[in-house]
């Protein structure tokens, strides 16, 4: 997975400009709702046209709930990449260590999510949607890197891939990982990000080890 110093200038302005449009659409939907507000009011308040909107988001909804249908693949290309003596935990971590870089500099969108979510259930249940197939997604990449032989088209009676149940847990446990460790910070804004979701996934690789006593190794 490249860095943000990494990365080329093109993808920079680009994730820039996705990041200002989802930043200005939960603004804005805090403010009057988010039935309220158009693709015009968010594109305005970010600097750009309604239709550079669409170049970022497939729909209106997508921009409230700050869905990046590039994430996906992103993450997936980074765990199929990752070092061959990496286990897929590690690579995964990895991944989505170098995936959630720039969360701090954008705290209050992150703190304002919530907040849209619980006052649209339409909202909620879009993201919700949009995580699981991007988990999907995941237990694909880590099922390859095992090894496992994953055909494209679904094959099991619930319309998906048969790549093996710890391909899916790890790949669902990531997920709760990430916002696990996305909602603490936001409660507990005085540790960097960066040690909470390594804390997070020091704790995954340890079995989920209850701490000895309250206040020992677990916040």
Not at 57 to 78: C, E, K, N, Q, Y
Not at 91 to 100: D, H, K, P
Not at 149 to 165: F, I, K, M, R, S
Request: hydrophobic residues 50%; negative net charge; proline residues 5%.
């Amino acid at each position: 997975m490249e860095s943000g110093a990494a990365l080329g200038l093109r993808e920079r302005k680009k994730r820039a400009t996705r990041a200002a449009l989802g930043e200005a659409a939960v603004r804005l939907a805090v403010e009057h709702g988010a039935e309220n507000v158009t693709v015009e009011m968010i594109s305005e308040a970010a600097g750009v046209s309604p239709r550079t909107f669409f170049n970022y988001f497939a729909s209106h909804d997508d921009a409230f709930a700050m869905i990046d249908a590039d994430l996906g693949p992103r993450v997936t290309r980074a765990v199929l990449a990752a070092p061959a003596a990496l286990s897929p935990l590690e690579a995964l971590r990895a991944a989505l260590a170098a995936e959630l870089a720039d969360v701090e500099s954008q705290s209050e969108v992150w703190t304002l999510l919530p907040v849209v979510l619980e006052r649209s259930p339409r909202l909620f249940a879009r993201v919700m949607t949009a995580q699981a197939g991007q988990e999907q997604e995941l237990a694909r990449a880590i099922a390859v890197r095992l090894g496992r032989e994953v055909p494209e088209a679904p094959v099991d009676v619930c319309g998906g891939q048969d790549t093996g149940l710890y391909a899916q847990l790890l790949a669902g446990v990531a997920g709760t990982a990430v916002r696990v460790s996305v909602g603490h910070w936001c409660s507990h804004p005085e540790t960097p990000f960066a040690e909470v979701f390594h804390e997070v996934f020091d704790q995954l690789a340890a079995g989920l080890t209850a701490p000895l006593a309250p206040g020992g190794a677990g916040r």
